[in-house]
């Protein structure tokens, strides 16, 4: 079955930098790959997605790129501000959708 | 986007007692349901996925007597946790998605705590 992996587990940056979190996947019929906000006991917010299709999405200072050679994808959010602090999980999908194990952001003032 | 509701938000029960889940697609129809576990700093565990009319097809390990789900309309299913015990206590999270569709829209979740 499938198996994402997501790193890293934390991440910590000044209010600003950029932020990249990684991801990889092991089923190559995986054709859709969301990326999620989830705060503290609430649902997931699905943030920006990508499919197999297409090789970089942008949105505002959130972007997604997709290496399907590789079975990569990466999420890049630029600019950084506060209320960017959470849980983010990558996630791929052929049949039923697959959740990497997370990376939990915090962005300093 | 498309609505999802999940109930209750939160329940405390007592160990052996059976609990109960609602999710219910609120604009548009569900052909596919899928039920999270998340436990406390951990990601989201898929337990099963089920279609409209159909068995659930649980994932290895989650077993089928304990965790009976029914998705017996395209706008609702239900969890029910049999003979809950405190290592049962988590977060469960049920999706959906309508066919050809590849989001999946989540519903808020129910924190479950056995005592």
């Known amino acids: 079955g499938e198996n994402v992996e997501q790193h890293p587990s934390t991440l910590s940056v000044q209010e600003g930098d950029s932020a990249v979190i990684k991801c990889t996947y092991s089923d190559s019929a995986s054709n859709y790959f969301p990326w999620y906000k989830q705060e503290l006991g609430k649902r997931p917010q699905l943030i920006i997605d990508?499919?197999?299709?297409?090789g970089e999405k942008k949105d505002q200072r959130i972007a997604v790129t997709l290496n399907k050679t590789a079975k990569h994808f990466s999420l890049h959010i630029t600019e950084t501000q506060p209320e960017d602090s959470a849980v983010y999980f990558c996630a791929a999908l052929y049949q039923k959708l697959v959740f990497g194990t997370g990376t939990r952001l915090l962005v300093s003032p | 986007g498309a609505v999802v509701s999940q109930h209750p938000s939160w329940v405390i029960c007592k160990s052996g007692t059976s609990v109960k889940i609602e999710c219910r697609s609120l604009?548009?129809?569900?052909?596919?349901m899928f039920w999270y576990r998340q436990f406390p700093k951990q990601s989201l565990m898929l337990m099963a996925t089920?279609?409209?009319?159909?068995?659930?097809?649980?994932e290895q390990g989650v077993e089928k007597d304990k965790f009976l789900i029914n998705h017996a309309s395209l706008t609702l299913s239900t969890l029910t946790v049999t003979s809950a015990h405190p290592e049962d206590s988590s977060f469960y999270i049920c999706s959906a998605r309508n066919l050809g569709d590849e989001k999946l829209f989540f519903g808020s979740g129910t924190q479950l705590s056995v005592l």
């Open positions: 089920s279609n409209e009319g159909s068995k659930a097809t649980y």
């Open positions: 990508i499919r197999s299709n297409v």
């Open positions: 604009d548009f129809q569900a052909t596919t």
